[in-house]
């Protein structure tokens, strides 16, 4: 499977502002996405990020509140603006790639983003 | 958004001990994912099941998808301190899935030496 970073690990940050998570690939990799995850909650996906186009946003995700680049195969970046507390959680990029059978279903996740807003 | 009902939310058992834990879905699905996620750490995958009926195996873990393709589970046998952690259950559904996956509320697995 890829190997996944992301940047920075956990931050805290003041209201009102905005911070940019980067997301690396170690390959190329076609499909990339943001996930959020709320303290003891599971995942939800905010968007996909798409090369070369803008980012599918999910139901309750929106451009101006996280918008998202993905300049090539390997990099993506997702910002979260104008943050609020309700924004602290965990912030999680994936990939999606083959393991060896199927159609490349299979998703694989960075270490995430570990976001506190005060 | 739609979500699979996986259980138990949680369990706390002994070391040696079999585990089990299950999801389910009024949908069809075409792929199951086990994941498991440590504390500070990004889900990382187990197992991935593609055809009904399929049965996998992972070491101690194994994972069938259901043959009426609306469920699945995953075994660990003789469970030991390090699998404590989050397991989540996520799929496919049938038809227009565009790769988006459907994710399950997570067991939370507790190990007592």
């Known amino acids: 499977s890829a190997v996944i970073s992301q940047k920075p690990s956990r931050d805290i940050c003041q209201r009102g502002t905005s911070l940019t998570i980067q997301c690396q690939v170690d390959?190329?990799?076609?499909?990339m996405f943001w996930y959020r995850q709320q303290p003891g909650q599971s995942l939800t996906l905010i968007a996909t990020?798409?090369?070369?186009?803008?980012?599918?946003?999910e139901s309750g995700f929106v451009i101006d509140k996280f918008p998202i680049s993905r300049p090539n195969l390997t990099f993506s970046t997702l910002t979260v603006s104008n943050m609020s507390p309700e924004d602290s959680s965990i912030y999680l990029c994936s990939v999606a790639g083959p393991s060896g059978k199927g159609a490349g279903n299979e998703q694989f996740f960075g270490p995430g983003t570990r976001l506190t807003v005060l | 958004g739609q979500q699979l009902n996986q259980s138990p939310q949680s369990m706390f058992i002994q070391e040696g001990e079999d585990v089990s834990m299950n999801c389910t879905s009024s949908?069809?699905?075409?792929?199951w994912l086990w994941y498991k996620q440590d504390p500070g750490e990004g889900p990382v995958l187990l197992i991935a099941l593609y055809k009904a009926g399929e049965l996998t195996s992972n070491g101690r873990l194994t994972a069938q998808f259901g043959i009426t393709r609306k469920d699945s589970f995953l075994n660990i046998s003789a469970s030991i301190p390090s699998d404590v952690g989050i397991y989540f259950c996520a799929g496919h559904l049938r038809a227009g899935n565009n790769r988006k996956l459907i994710w399950g509320l997570g067991t939370s697995l507790a190990v007592n030496p």
């Open positions: 990020a798409n090369q070369g186009s803008e980012a599918t946003y």
């Open positions: 949908s069809i699905f075409n792929t």
């Open positions: 390959s190329q990799v076609t499909m």
